[in-house]
């Protein structure tokens, strides 16, 4: 459950695999000018790599310098770095310069060590989708095809028609097809450690970001819904109560020594507590939690069940809005809350730029509620999509609100507005899913982030 998510980037050469790795990696890792071969970049204390020569052996070296790695033409390198990025994932970029069929291979080798796919591109011709081809269900469910270099075409007015042929070519294959104009996206973050976050949400860096980052997320409530249910199939065994001491016998008087039995003394139960549950070799993970599948048109593998929304009517749901643009509930049914990053009841107080901003979105989705609210106490037709689309209306401009209001620096400031980020983004998928039955959602979506905010002002 504490294991990062491991996301693998593929493609042909000249892609724009690196530089994608390093837009993940939040730093210029990898420098595209050398020729590594497949490299994996996790967590460490210390910056330190280790490269696997061509007969086998291993030269390790206390840094990462791509030049002198590249030197020893290894074919693989595994290295670590303290970067805050690889704290939530691992980045592996494969490299395959024999073509297909290297790529081929090396796809299938990389199978196992994958939990988020990536596939750089910028045609997604026919010998890359026959290679795309082999890829397991897992890989596809979880994989996101990315136009790179999205702003040179943006330049020549190809964009769009370069997206909707992808569209068309790789629907079916990827959970998502997103365009990066990467470079910009690096560009983004400035030297004295600021974002400068329109840039980065118009090079399309931000969408990928929050989708990897959902898709964590989903991987770890994944794991925490396997340890439920297995909590339920195995539940925690009563500890043994220790047993009582028993007080050594009265000495024998004079008289009769030998009518009284000396009592031994019972053992004491062992300091050493049990284990709550007992380890069960056939369930045990054994790796990384596998992230859950999203919504595809093709069968999804079998995950542990997503916790439950509640079901509501239009009128009900509406009611529910009101209810909460006027009172708090003491409690959160756990399961009527949709999955949206919960924020952290910040440490310091709220600068007034940021209270202010805050304020003023508490009072804007209480006028939504409020609205909706009074249209179904007058017996309006408060239909189910109509209710979606304005309540995601709202949750978008929380979203583009909280972007650009507020003091940068309140933390949060941040996490609300990762939340809103996220929030919007989930509720667009769901949109596109058209499900009349997610309405419960998408109201506790609304509900859950104006909690979030009241929980920010009264720290």
């Excluded at 139960?269 to 599948?293: D, G, H, N």
């Excluded at 009072?363 to 304005?390: I, N, S, V, Y």
Aim: charged residues 20%; glycine residues 6%; aromatic residues 4%.
């Amino acid at each position: 459950m504490t294991k990062p998510v491991r996301v693998t980037i593929f493609g042909f050469p000249g892609s724009g695999k690196s530089t994608l790795a390093n837009l993940l990696l939040g730093s210029s890792v990898l420098n595209p000018k050398d020729r590594l071969p497949t490299v994996q970049i996790t967590g460490g204390e210390t910056v330190k790599s280790s490269c696997t020569l061509p007969d086998g052996s291993t030269v390790d070296f206390p840094h990462f310098n791509t030049a002198e790695i590249a030197a020893k033409s290894p074919i693989f390198v595994n290295a670590e770095m303290p970067l805050p990025a690889l704290g939530k994932i691992s980045v592996m970029e494969v490299v395959a310069n024999g073509g297909p069929a290297e790529l081929s291979r090396a796809l299938a080798w990389a199978a196992e060590r994958t939990d988020i796919s990536i596939w750089c591109t910028q045609t997604f011709g026919p010998a890359e989708q026959s290679v795309w081809k082999a890829a397991t269900e897992d890989m596809k469910d979880h994989g996101f095809m990315v136009l790179t270099k999205a702003d040179a075409l943006a330049r020549d007015g190809t964009l769009n028609s370069v997206v909707a042929n992808l569209q068309q070519q790789g629907a079916e294959e990827f959970n998502r097809i997103l365009p990066v104009a990467t470079l910009d996206a690096i560009a983004a973050r400035k030297a004295d450690g600021t974002i400068d976050r329109d840039q980065l949400t118009r090079s399309g860096g931000r969408a990928l970001i929050a989708e990897i980052l959902r898709e964590v997320d989903l991987g770890l409530q994944a794991a925490v819904d396997q340890a439920e249910i297995l909590l339920q199939r195995f539940p925690p065994k009563a500890s043994p109560a220790p047993a009582a001491k028993v007080e050594a016998a009265p000495k024998p008087a004079p008289a009769a020594p030998a009518t009284v039995t000396p009592v031994a003394s019972e053992p004491e139960v062992a300091s050493e507590p049990k284990p709550a549950v007992e380890p069960v070799a056939e369930t045990a993970p054994t790796e990384a939690p596998r992230v859950s599948a999203r919504v595809r048109s093709r069968p999804a593998p079998e995950m542990p069940p997503r916790p439950a929304v509640m079901p509501v009517n239009i009128l009900a749901a509406a009611r529910n809005v009101q209810q909460a643009a006027e009172t708090e509930p003491e409690t959160a049914d756990a399961e009527e809350e949709t999955e949206v990053a919960e924020a952290t009841p910040p440490i310091a107080a709220l600068s007034p730029a940021t209270r202010e901003a805050f304020e003023h979105a508490i009072e804007r989705l209480t006028q939504h509620g409020q609205k909706f609210a009074g249209d179904a106490a007058k017996g309006g037709a408060l239909e189910a999509d109509l209710l979606m689309r304005e309540t995601a209306n709202s949750v978008q401009w929380l979203s583009d609100y909280l972007s650009e209001n507020g003091e940068s620096r309140d933390p949060a400031l941040s996490q609300l507005r990762a939340a809103a980020f996220d929030a919007a983004d989930l509720l667009q998928l769901m949109q596109i899913e058209n499900d009349a039955g997610s309405v419960g959602e998408f109201v506790s979506v609304a509900i859950q982030l104006r909690r979030e905010i009241e929980s920010a002002l009264a720290a």
